[in-house]
């Protein structure tokens, strides 16, 4: 999936924004005024909830995202603009309903259990006057979007009559859209590209009990035929997702620790889109959308993945090929604040690595051992001639990235192309910095920017000069 780095699709969500708010603290006393607990708060959070978990998960895989909706004129409404222009969302068809309440759910946690919700919402359909409003915008804006996705949480937003018209105004412009479903009645999703029920919401919606693999067939079967969907799937928790267009088909669950699976449909949704929006077929963006949902579900609480998440995830799974884990300077920056914001410990090492050896990998696995992350700066084959002679090196910078990304101990591989790695050192400010031990004693290239300085003695007798004179040695004696 390394193809989709650097992609960026127009997507649109359409559907019930919603804040999710926290307060959390402790409890160690019950009222005097009555038979409750008393909670000392002493944090308070907020995220985006219902629609707005789709667009953070868009945001979050570097999609350009816009939102439809219908928000009141309250102060609900300014803390959501708020949070979606935080990640540079454009909210300008935010349409403002007055006397609507703009839904927040607020949960007390005490000592990590929830105590009590409290809503303040509208659940009401938007007016007309709202309704036509957003046919009127997604008219106008349609034909700008790669992809629409419709996130229905039965607050309102997506009457049976607005959907229906997106739906057709979509399709006249041949624009996939996809669906989060609520309710019992999908016939107002008719024409869309997918839907995407759980199981539990399958069954309510297609009438039929799914128990086994011949009334899945039946269930994803009759929803596909009666909404005129071109992909019928059903996500089914730990057993995957199936879908359906000529033939029946299930994707395994890749989760391999689960916390929470909170927010996993929204993270599904769209992964689904954005990697539909980049060129996947339904298989493949299915694969990916599992593989998000795999680390979503490793979090606690409402949560989203990146795509280096993803990747970095795959990999674990032995599911990713070697160059994935080749980076250019630009990708390893970046990755680099990433990880370290997610509380990995960054080591980094630098050399030529020319013929791989024992003593490398020994090396290299105790550099490991010192962080969560190790990043290997690799000379370039013009920086190894500079430093080695004309005859080296062996093999190609190329060949040398592709081995050491094959390693379980190297995460990522950069390429340099000076004479020192001081450029990529401090794109990479990683925690630990690691050298050979004959540097004891000398100064070390970027040993000013990272938190410490390691030394590693080498495997005596162990390196790549000896194993060429080795291996001239046995050429001249006809050796070889």
């Given at each position: 999936?390394?193809?989709?780095?650097?992609?960026?699709?127009?997507?649109?969500?359409?559907?019930?924004l919603?804040?999710?708010?926290?307060?959390?603290?402790?409890?160690?006393?019950?009222?005097?005024?009555?038979?409750?607990?008393?909670?000392?708060?002493?944090?308070e959070?907020?995220?985006?909830?219902g629609a707005g978990?789709?667009?953070n998960?868009?945001?979050?895989?570097?999609?350009?995202?816009?939102?439809?909706?219908?928000?009141?004129?309250?102060?609900?409404?300014?803390e959501?603009?708020?949070?979606?222009?935080?990640?540079?969302?454009?909210?300008?068809?935010?349409?403002?309903?007055?006397?609507?309440n703009t839904?927040k759910?607020?949960?007390?946690?005490a000592?990590?259990?929830?105590?009590?919700?409290?809503?303040?919402?509208?659940?009401?359909?938007?007016?007309?006057?709202s309704?036509?409003?957003?046919a009127?915008q997604?008219?106008?804006?349609?034909?700008?979007?790669?992809?629409?996705?419709?996130?229905?949480y039965?607050k309102?937003?997506l009457?049976?009559?607005?959907?229906?018209?997106?739906?057709d105004?979509?399709?006249e412009?041949?624009?996939?859209?996809?669906?989060?479903?609520?309710?019992?009645?999908?016939?107002?999703y008719?024409?869309?590209?997918?839907?995407?029920?759980?199981k539990?919401?399958?069954?309510?919606?297609s009438?039929?009990?799914?128990?086994?693999?011949?009334?899945?067939l039946?269930?994803?079967?009759?929803?596909?035929n009666?909404c005129?969907?071109?992909?019928g799937?059903?996500?089914?928790?730990?057993d995957g997702?199936?879908?359906?267009?000529?033939?029946?088909?299930?994707?395994?669950?890749?989760?391999?620790?689960v916390?929470?699976?909170?927010?996993a449909g929204?993270?599904?949704?769209a992964?689904?889109g954005?990697?539909?929006s980049c060129g996947?077929?339904?298989?493949?963006?299915?694969?990916f959308?599992?593989?998000?949902a795999?680390v979503?579900?490793?979090?606690i609480?409402?949560?989203?993945?990146t795509?280096?998440?993803?990747?970095?995830y795959?990999?674990?799974?032995?599911k990713?090929?070697s160059?994935?884990?080749?980076?250019?300077?630009?990708?390893?920056?970046l990755?680099?604040t990433e990880?370290?914001?997610?509380?990995k410990?960054?080591v980094?090492?630098?050399?030529?690595?020319?013929i791989?050896?024992?003593?490398?990998?020994?090396y290299?696995?105790?550099?490991?051992?010192y962080?969560d992350?190790?990043?290997?700066?690799?000379?370039?084959d013009?920086?190894?001639?500079?430093?080695k002679?004309?005859?080296?090196?062996?093999?190609t910078e190329?060949?040398?990235?592709?081995?050491?990304?094959?390693?379980?101990?190297?995460?990522?591989?950069?390429?340099?192309?000076?004479d020192?790695p001081?450029?990529?050192?401090k794109?990479v400010a990683?925690?630990?910095?690691?050298?050979?031990?004959?540097y004891?004693?000398?100064?070390?290239v970027?040993?000013?920017?990272?938190?410490e300085?390691r030394?590693?003695?080498?495997?005596?007798?162990?390196?790549?000069?000896?194993t060429?004179?080795?291996?001239?040695?046995g050429?001249?004696?006809?050796?070889c």
């Amino acid at each position: 999936m390394i193809e989709l780095k650097g992609n960026k699709p127009n997507i649109l969500v359409v559907g019930d924004l919603m804040i999710d708010h926290y307060l959390w603290g402790k409890c160690e006393r019950i009222s005097p005024e009555a038979p409750v607990q008393v909670v000392a708060v002493d944090k308070e959070t907020a995220v985006l909830g219902g629609a707005g978990n789709v667009i953070n998960n868009l945001a979050t895989l570097n999609a350009n995202v816009d939102v439809m909706s219908v928000i009141g004129a309250d102060a609900n409404a300014i803390e959501l603009n708020r949070m979606l222009e935080n990640i540079n969302v454009n909210i300008n068809n935010l349409v403002v309903q007055n006397g609507r309440n703009t839904s927040k759910k607020s949960r007390i946690i005490a000592s990590q259990q929830q105590v009590v919700r409290y809503d303040r919402e509208s659940t009401e359909d938007i007016s007309i006057e709202s309704q036509n409003k957003i046919a009127e915008q997604f008219g106008q804006n349609i034909h700008t979007y790669d992809m629409v996705i419709l996130s229905d949480y039965g607050k309102g937003v997506l009457t049976t009559n607005l959907t229906r018209i997106l739906i057709d105004i979509a399709n006249e412009h041949n624009k996939k859209v996809l669906v989060d479903p609520k309710g019992e009645d999908y016939t107002k999703y008719s024409g869309a590209y997918l839907l995407t029920p759980n199981k539990k919401e399958a069954i309510e919606a297609s009438k039929i009990e799914i128990k086994d693999e011949a009334s899945l067939l039946v269930a994803i079967t009759k929803l596909k035929n009666e909404c005129q969907l071109s992909i019928g799937l059903i996500t089914l928790s730990e057993d995957g997702i199936a879908i359906f267009d000529d033939n029946l088909r299930k994707h395994p669950t890749v989760a391999r620790e689960v916390y929470d699976v909170t927010g996993a449909g929204d993270t599904v949704i769209a992964s689904l889109g954005f990697s539909l929006s980049c060129g996947y077929d339904i298989d493949k963006a299915v694969k990916f959308a599992n593989l998000a949902a795999g680390v979503v579900v490793g979090k606690i609480g409402s949560a989203t993945a990146t795509l280096n998440e993803i990747i970095e995830y795959e990999s674990s799974l032995n599911k990713s090929t070697s160059d994935s884990h080749i980076k250019t300077l630009d990708e390893i920056e970046l990755l680099s604040t990433e990880l370290k914001k997610r509380g990995k410990k960054v080591v980094f090492t630098n050399g030529c690595f020319d013929i791989l050896h024992v003593g490398h990998v020994k090396y290299l696995e105790e550099a490991k051992s010192y962080g969560d992350v190790l990043i290997l700066g690799l000379n370039s084959d013009e920086s190894v001639s500079r430093l080695k002679g004309p005859t080296r090196p062996v093999n190609t910078e190329d060949d040398r990235a592709y081995i050491l990304a094959s390693l379980e101990a190297v995460d990522y591989v950069v390429k340099f192309y000076d004479d020192t790695p001081y450029e990529l050192i401090k794109a990479v400010a990683p925690h630990i910095l690691v050298k050979g031990g004959d540097y004891e004693g000398k100064e070390v290239v970027g040993q000013d920017i990272a938190d410490e300085l390691r030394l590693v003695n080498f495997v005596e007798g162990k390196s790549t000069t000896k194993t060429i004179e080795r291996i001239k040695d046995g050429h001249e004696n006809n050796y070889c």
